[in-house]
C-alpha cells in the first residue's frame, strides 16, 4: 500500500512539462488517484483482476480497456504515451482532432490534442525506427506533419518532425529498394527519394549534406547498389553522368555488365564510348577489355601498350606467355571482380566462351567488323573476320557482307572444331607481344573505383581461367573440303603458377535426349522438366551415390560448388542423406532471352543416416514455396540460383 500511495505521488509531482494545460494535468491527475483507489482496495481490486482474466481467456477479439469521460480524455491519452503506446496516443489524438470530433477552433482541449498528437508522432517514429520499420515511421511523420500544418499551430514541433523525416531518407531508400522487384510503386518511390538524396549532396562526390559525411554515404551506398537492377543502374548513372566523373564510370560498368550479360554488344560499344569520352588517365586495361569483348583485336592490343607497366607485365607473364591467352585471363578477371558483381537482378559467370558463342555477338562482330581493322588473309594463320569461315580466298563472304553460303546442308554451323581463339591467337603474335597497365584509375574522391591489386589469388583464379583457353569461344569453321586448308592450331602454354586443381566432377551417364535443355523459349513443362532433373541428380549425390545425368548441363558453377561443399560436409560427419522432392506446382514469373524465374511449390522430406545407413533423428516433411531463377548461355540453359519465394 505505502509502495503505491508513494508511487503514486512521483507521477503527480513529475507531470509533463511541455506546455499542456493545467485542466489536462488535472484529468491526468484525477485518472491516476483513480487508479491507486481501485488497486488500493482489496475487494475491487480482485474483481478488477478476474475480469482481466476473464478477458485474456476469450481470445483476442475482446481487449481489456478503460472507459474514460470525454472531459478527461486528453489526461487519459497523456497517460497511454507515458505507458509506452505511443502510437496508439498518436492515432487516438488524431480521430479526436477530425470532425465531428473536433473542438473548438482556439480552445485549450484543441491545442492540449494537437501538442499531444505531435509528441506522441514524434514518439511513435523512434519505436517504428528502432524495429526497422522505415516507410512505417515516415508515413507516421507525413500523418504528423500534415495534421499540424492543417491546425497552423506547433512550428517547433513540426520542424522536428520535419528534421526526422529527412534523416529517415537514407532508411527509407534502404527499406523500398530491398522490396521485391514486383512491388513497382514502393521501388519506383525509393528511386525518387535516392536522386533527391544525391542531387542534395550536389552529386556522388558532393559534400552538401551535412547529415552523411562522405565515409557514410559511401557504406550507404555500396549497399544500394546491390538493391538496384542493372537497367536501375544505367540509368541512374547516366542522369548523374553529366555532373559526376565516379557515375560516369559507373553507368560505363553498368552498361558493360549488361551488355555482358544480355549478350548486347551494342551496350558494351557505348560503355567504350563513355571511357573514351571521359578523357580520364589510366583507363586502357578497361578499354582494352572493351575492344575484346567486341571483337577488335588490334584496338585492344594497342591500349595495352599504351598502358603498360611492369607490374601488371610480370603479372600477365605469370599467366601465360601468350599474350592474347593474358588477356583473356585479365578480361576474365576484371569481368568478375568488377563488373558483374552487384546487381540485384543480374546472375552471370565471366565466361568468355559462351558469350562468344552465341548468335547476337557474332552478328554484332560480323557487322561492325571494317575493312580496315581485317588482318591479311593470304594465308593459313589468316584471321579471317568472317567469324570462322575458311580463309578469304578459298570461301569468299557473301555479297550481303555476312556469313558465307553453304556449299553443303551437312556443312551446318556449330560450336566444335577450330576454334576462334586460335585464329586471333596467330593474328595477335604477328604483331609482337602485348604490354600491360598497372592499376586501374583512382579517382580524386575517396571512393578509389576499381584497382587492381597484384596478388596470388588474382593470378590463381587468372591459371585456372586458362586451363579452358583451349576451348575458348568456340566457332566453328566449316569442315574441310576441297579448295579448303584447315586452320592450323598452336596449344596454349600452361601458366608458371600453381593451380588449385577443380574438383573432379564424377563420372556420369549420358544425358538423356531432352537434357541439356537447348530451347530459345522452353516451355513450363521443359522448365520443371530441367528442375526435376537437378533435384533428383542432387538428392543422388546427397546420398553418396552418382548422378545419372552430368551435373554441369543442369546448374552452373556456384550451384555445384555449394552441392560439393554440403556432401563434404556429411562426409566429413560419416553421413549421407535420403531426400525425396515433388514438385506440386510451377508458374514462370519472368522470362526474357537469357533469364527465367518461376516459383514453384514442393513437397520436400529428408531423413540423415549415419555410416551404418541407421536413420538419425526424425525425418523432416515439409511444404515449401521457392523461387528459382535459370539462366541461358552457350545455347543452354541451367539452374542459377534458387531462394525462398516472397
Known amino acids: 500500500m505505502q509502495s503505491l500511495l508513494r508511487t503514486l505521488q512521483q507521477r503527480i ?7 499542456f494545460t493545467q485542466e489536462t494535468l488535472i484529468a491526468r491527475e484525477e485518472l491516476l488517484r483513480a487508479s491507486a483507489d481501485l488497486l488500493s482496495d482489496s475487494s475491487r481490486r480482485q474483481a478488477y483482476e478476474s475480469d482481466l482474466t476473464a478477458l485474456a481467456g476469450s481470445g483476442p477479439t475482446l481487449m481489456p480497456a478503460l472507459d474514460v469521460p470525454t472531459s478527461k480524455e486528453v489526461g487519459g491519452l497523456l497517460l497511454l504515451l507515458e505507458a509506452g503506446q505511443a502510437f496508439e496516443s498518436f492515432e487516438l489524438a488524431c480521430r479526436a482532432l477530425q470532425p465531428p470530433q473536433t473542438p473548438a477552433l482556439g480552445s485549450t482541449r484543441e491545442a492540449d490534442l494537437a501538442l499531444l498528437a505531435g509528441l506522441a508522432c514524434l514518439a511513435a517514429a523512434v519505436d ?4 526497422r520499420r522505415y516507410e512505417a515511421a515516415a508515413q507516421t511523420l507525413q500523418q504528423g506533419q500534415h495534421l499540424l500544418q492543417r491546425m497552423g499551430q506547433l512550428p517547433a514541433i513540426r520542424q522536428q518532425l520535419s528534421d526526422e523525416l529527412d534523416g529517415l531518407r537514407p532508411y527509407r531508400v534502404l527499406d523500398l529498394l530491398s522490396r521485391n522487384l514486383t512491388a513497382q510503386t514502393e521501388r519506383a518511390e525509393g528511386l525518387t527519394l535516392l536522386e533527391e538524396l544525391v542531387a542534395r549532396r550536389g552529386g556522388l562526390e558532393g559534400f552538401g549534406d551535412p547529415s552523411m559525411g562522405p565515409e557514410e554515404f559511401q557504406a550507404f551506398f555500396k549497399q544500394i547498389r546491390a538493391f538496384l537492377t542493372v537497367q536501375e543502374q544505367v540509368d541512374l548513372f547516366s542522369r548523374w553522368a553529366e555532373a559526376s566523373a565516379a557515375a560516369d564510370f559507373l553507368a560505363s560498368t553498368a552498361l558493360t555488365a549488361s551488355g555482358f550479360a544480355q549478350r548486347k554488344p551494342e551496350r558494351i560499344a557505348a560503355a567504350r564510348e563513355r571511357l573514351e569520352a571521359s578523357g580520364q588517365d589510366g583507363l586502357q586495361p578497361l578499354l582494352a577489355c572493351l575492344h575484346l569483348l567486341l571483337g577488335q583485336v588490334d ?4 591500349a595495352f601498350e599504351q598502358g603498360a607497366t611492369p607490374e601488371l607485365k610480370r603479372w600477365a607473364e605469370q599467366q601465360s606467355s601468350d599474350s592474347l591467352a593474358q588477356l583473356c585471363a585479365y578480361c576474365r578477371d576484371w569481368l568478375a571482380r568488377d563488373v558483374l558483381p552487384g546487381y540485384r537482378d543480374l546472375e ?5 566462351e559462351a558469350y562468344f558463342a552465341d548468335r547476337d555477338v557474332q552478328a554484332y562482330v560480323e557487322q561492325h567488323d571494317s575493312p580496315s581493322e581485317r588482318l591479311p588473309a593470304t594465308t593459313e594463320n589468316a584471321f579471317a573476320w568472317d567469324m570462322g569461315s575458311a580463309p578469304v580466298s578459298a570461301a569468299p563472304a557473301s555479297p550481303s557482307g555476312g556469313f558465307p553460303e553453304q556449299e553443303d546442308e551437312d556443312e551446318q554451323w556449330d560450336w566444335d572444331g577450330t576454334s576462334w581463339l586460335e585464329n586471333l ?12 597497365m598497372e592499376r586501374m584509375p583512382h579517382w580524386q574522391w575517396q571512393w578509389q573505383w576499381p584497382s587492381r591489386r597484384i596478388t596470388t589469388g588474382v593470378a590463381v583464379a587468372a591459371g585456372v581461367a586458362l586451363l579452358a583457353i583451349a576451348s575458348f569461344v568456340r566457332l566453328r569453321s566449316p569442315a574441310p573440303g576441297p579448295g579448303r586448308t584447315p586452320i592450323a592450331v598452336q596449344p596454349v602454354a600452361p601458366p608458371a603458377v600453381p ?3 577443380t574438383p573432379p566432377v564424377k563420372a556420369t551417364p549420358a544425358a538423356e535426349p531432352s537434357l541439356p535443355l537447348r530451347e530459345e523459349a522452353p516451355s513450363e513443362a521443359q522448365v520443371q522438366a530441367l528442375l526435376e532433373a537437378w533435384l533428383d541428380a542432387k538428392a543422388a549425390i546427397l546420398a553418396g551415390k552418382d548422378s545419372r545425368i552430368p551435373l554441369e548441363v543442369l546448374a552452373r558453377p556456384s550451384q555445384l560448388d555449394r552441392l560439393e561443399s554440403e556432401r563434404d560436409a556429411d562426409q566429413a560427419r560419416g553421413e549421407t542423406q535420403t531426400i525425396s522432392t515433388d514438385i506440386t506446382n510451377l508458374v514462370i514469373n519472368e522470362r526474357d532471352a537469357n533469364r527465367i524465374a518461376a516459383t514453384v511449390g514442393l513437397s520436400y522430406t529428408d531423413q ?3 555410416s551404418k545407413g541407421d536413420p538419425q533423428g526424425e525425418p523432416s516433411k515439409m511444404e515449401l514455396r521457392n523461387l528459382y531463377v535459370f539462366g541461358r548461355d552457350g545455347g543452354i540453359w541451367r539452374l542459377v540460383s534458387f531462394q525462398k519465394a516472397p
Do not use: F, M, T
Request: hydrophobic fraction near 30%; charged fraction near 30%.
Open 499 to 501: 593451380i588449385k586443381p
Open 608 to 610: 540423415r543416416l549415419n
Open 13 to 19: 509531482d513529475r507531470a509533463p512539462d511541455q506546455g
Open 425 to 436: 591467337r596467330e593474328a595477335w603474335d604477328s604483331h609482337g607481344p602485348a604490354s600491360w
Open 348 to 352: 552471370a559467370d565471366p565466361d568468355l
Open 299 to 302: 584496338k585492344a592490343r594497342s
Open 128 to 131: 517504428l525506427h528502432q524495429q
